[in-house]
């Protein structure tokens, strides 16, 4: 049985010669010293060999570290740290400094983390206690979930052709939880900010899906890698400008960036539906939002900027394409954080004008772009 | 979580619960019957300042807002009856600190009209100078707040950068960054050398110029004007019938200030515009502020002008007119035990918010106040603010909070 397990994480395991390879460290004439990969390590230890080839084996490697929990963990690491700096440059600051002085204090969102967890965890009486503790650590569901069918070039757990189909719907879940959280903080703040998520969300959904849709159709299907072999030549923002501007303007209203950050503005319902959540439950639901922007960021990249397609880098392996990926979401991530710098944030009503309107329209030409395109079968011609 | 209740045999006051709670208790009930959600907005908030807002919103659109001050008041008016009269100097700058110059201006005048004494020109001028700086600085300062109060964190950060030209300029001069405590019956505490004129002339250079990128960023940013524009509107009527005053009331098209209509100190000597503008909305309220920091740089620049053709010195008088070139050593041998004689002496100065009152009742005995009434900006257009809010959504609260720049510690007193 273990065996068999064995044998079945090793034939579908994550190739990095980086680390599978033997590395010669010094070789005289007669004697050649070599460190042995790390994977043999453990490779004749019973239980032990059975855990390192799980972590080897794609679909949990997907999910837990590339494209997954851990690349999720050094994004918002990196991206709160740069978001607080770049705001600061503009601003005459300094930003996060004192924390690690010798690299800009880029540890700071660690040490921010790690004060959160030494914080009291105050549950206030009016809380509905089971449901107020729990659903923080539920929003983790609809955030790894999308990474068992968003593949990272050879690295996917599940090779679906309706990848991005799932992934859209898996990915508007977590407002249904953010408001499940106001429920069940039970306070009018609380109430106010469920209903700002609520109408945010009626004003970006459909436009989000819609945008997808139109590079569906362009590609003629909605499998991740497919799409990504379709952009090889001429990358999907050239094809449907419009399907690309409307996606980005429906993420940033998604995650609540500026000048959408309409359900959390602390100056007036006072971070919304998270207002009582205090130590590291308020550390995780602050990072709902960097999480599902990783999320959509990476969508966006996959539809429109060529997923992974990037130069090989021999000595990765199967993450090189892992790795552009990442950089290709970490550089929109920054665009869209970088928004905070010189934008004040619409009210509620003006948002819900701009998603049903003008959003709308830009989303409509965006679904004629694409129908057009598939028409002609312009995948073909390319 | 289990409740322990400790048999103690003391039940709590009646008065805590008539007196301490925010609203009556039939208020929640009945707009529960209106469906209706009461919002206690502050004082521990974000966009309230150190006030509470109780907010009736029905759906997103506000009802009624009830205000419920206080929570800075200390005492101002009852605390100068039991100083010296110019140890009431540094206490009537407390109310708003970034005004100091303004707020003890109006006291001062007020004992100077009582002693009748002029004060000399280079006194006059150095008053203006500073008291336009401190215009300056305390416009800034709410133009920052109203920056962060709409969300944007860079129109917050370079008006506070900014200010801190004017906290350098009180510094130079007075040797505080605030509070200076620097106007004094008969004149001012020390004069102004030449190298801080022309410092205070770099710096007016420096915030005209960063002002520019100011208005780049935040006055003209779209996200801005939509959310400031026909917000909050006043008319001229119901600007006039909630008596609304300052840079407030002349947003709604009412040309009245008092550094025009009753000139003191040296405004009626410089050439400056009043700027009044129509709409007597939140954006107007804010862009009257706006220009009205390009017309105290241009006051302060003909100040410092005037300052360096003059002779130095003769900075104060004493209480017999006689000339002084410094008040180190007899300021308070004349002024430590004045005594005013009896009556009541009135002033009205124009603060940054709007206009200042100061009452002075005296005895004609006593070394200190009888009685000191000050009526701060703040109070006067609170009516205005909270009428102002009816009608406008939940997240223009603090839209219309920051477009009247409201102060909570100056109008508590």
């Known amino acids: 049985m273990l065996s068999y397990l064995l044998e079945m994480f090793r034939q579908n395991s994550v ?12 070789h005289t004439a007669n004697k050649i010293a070599y460190i042995p990969p790390l994977t043999s390590l453990f ?39 740069f978001e607080r700096k770049v705001t600061a440059r503009v601003q005459w600051r300094y930003g996060p400094l004192e924390v690690s002085r010798n690299v800009g204090g880029i540890i700071q969102p660690m040490a921010d983390g790690m004060r959160y967890f030494f914080q009291e965890v105050i549950v206030h009486r009016e809380a509905h206690k089971p449901y107020f503790l729990q659903f ?14 968003i593949p990272a070039g050879t690295i996917y757990a599940i090779n679906t052709p309706y990848s991005i189909l799932v992934a859209i719907a898996l990915i508007s879940l977590i407002p249904m939880i953010i408001v499940a959280i106001g429920w069940a903080s039970n306070s009018k703040y609380a109430y106010v900010g469920s209903l700002r998520e609520a109408m945010m969300y009626f004003s970006y959904e459909i436009v989000l899906m819609i945008a997808a849709m139109s590079m569906v159709i362009i590609y003629g299907s909605a499998n991740a890698i497919e799409i990504v072999k379709e952009q090889s030549t001429i990358p999907g923002i050239l094809l449907n400008p419009f399907a690309a501007l409307a996606f980005f303007v429906a993420i940033a209203m998604a995650t609540s960036r500026f000048p959408f950050e309409i359900p959390e503005a602390d100056q007036e319902v006072v971070f919304g539906p998270f207002i009582e959540y205090t130590g590291i439950i308020f550390g995780v639901v602050m990072t709902l939002a960097y999480e599902k922007l990783y999320l959509l960021c990476m969508l966006f990249s996959i539809l429109f900027l060529g997923g992974w397609n990037g130069p090989f880098i021999p000595p990765l392996g199967d993450l090189s394409p892992a790795l552009w990926l990442f950089l290709k979401t970490i550089g929109l991530m920054m665009i869209f954080v970088f928004f905070r710098t010189f934008y004040a944030r619409y009210r509620l009503d003006q948002a819900l004008k701009i998603g049903w309107s003008k959003l709308m329209a830009l989303a409509m030409v965006a679904l004629i772009t694409g129908l057009g395109l598939g028409a002609v079968n312009v995948m073909g011609w390319l | 979580m289990d409740e322990y209740s400790i048999p103690v045999p003391v039940k709590p006051p009646a008065e805590i619960e008539s007196l301490y709670l925010p609203v009556p208790p039939w208020l929640e009930e009945k707009s529960k019957e209106g469906d209706e959600l009461v919002l206690f907005v502050g004082p521990q908030h974000g966009g309230s300042g150190h006030m509470r807002l109780i907010v009736r919103v029905h759906g997103d659109v506000i009802r009624e807002v009830i205000p419920d001050p206080g929570f800075v008041h200390r005492g101002v008016e009852k605390l100068a009856e039991n100083k010296l009269y110019i140890q009431n100097i540094p206490l009537v700058e407390r109310p708003a600190i970034m005004d100091c110059i303004n707020m003890s201006l109006g006291y001062v005048r007020a004992i100077e009209k009582a002693l009748d004494i002029e004060v000399p020109e280079r006194a ?12 300056i600085g305390t416009h800034l300062y709410d133009a920052g707040i109203l920056s962060v109060f709409l969300g944007h964190t860079t129109g917050f950060m370079w ?6 030209l004017t906290c350098e300029i009180l510094m130079r001069v007075s040797g505080a960054r605030i509070t200076a405590s620097y106007v004094v019956p008969g004149g001012v505490r020390r004069d102004v050398d030449r190298g801080t004129l022309n410092f205070i002339s770099d710096a007016m250079t420096y915030i005209q110029q960063k002002s520019k990128d100011f208005e780049k960023v935040f006055i003209r940013n779209p996200v801005t004007i939509a959310r400031m524009k026909d917000v909050g509107v006043l008319s001229r009527k119901e600007a006039i019938k909630y008596g609304v005053v300052g840079p407030f009331l002349r947003a709604s098209g009412v040309e009245y ?7 003191y100190d040296a405004y009626d000597e410089l050439t400056w515009d009043v700027i009044v503008a129509d709409d007597g909305d939140s954006y107007s309220r804010f862009l009257v502020r706006v220009n009205e920091i390009q017309q105290s740089i241009g006051i302060v620049r003909q100040c410092v002008k005037a300052l360096k053709d003059m002779p130095e010195g003769k900075i104060a008088v004493d ?3 006689k000339m002084l070139d410094s008040v180190k050593g007899t300021f308070f041998r004349t002024f430590g035990r004045l005594t ?4 009541e002496f009135t002033t009205l100065t124009e603060a940054s918010r709007g206009t200042l009152l100061y009452t002075i009742v005296s005895d004609g005995k006593s070394n200190a106040p009888y009685r000191l009434r000050v009526v701060t900006p703040g109070w006067y257009y609170l009516k205005g603010f909270m009428e102002s809010l009816k009608g406008c959504r939940l997240a223009d609260l603090q839209a219309v909070y920051g477009s009247f720049g409201y102060f909570p510690p100056e109008a508590d007193r």
């Not at chain 1, 923080?136 to 069918?149: D, E, G, K, Q």
């Not at chain 2, 006059?124 to 215009?135: D, F, G, N, P, S």
């Not at chain 2, 005013?340 to 009556?343: H, I, N, R």
């Open chain 1, 15 to 26: 190739g990095i010669p980086l680390i599978t390879r033997k590395v010669v460290l010094y």
């Open chain 1, 43 to 81: 490779a004749k230890i019973p239980i032990l060999n059975l855990i390192v080839a799980l972590i080897f084996w794609k679909p949990f490697f997907a999910v837990l570290f590339a494209p997954g929990l851990v690349c999720i963990l050094i994004a918002i690491l990196f991206i709160i740290w």
């Open chain 1, 136 to 149: 923080p650590l539920i929003t983790f569901l609809p955030v790894l979930l999308p990474i068992l069918v």
């Open chain 2, 124 to 135: 006059k001028y150095i008053r203006t100078m500073l008291a336009e700086v401190c215009r």
């Open chain 2, 159 to 164: 008006p506070f950068a900014l200010r801190e």
């Open chain 2, 257 to 263: 200030d008092v550094r025009a209509v009753e000139p």
């Open chain 2, 319 to 321: 209480t017999k007119g």
């Open chain 2, 340 to 343: 005013l004689p009896a009556g």
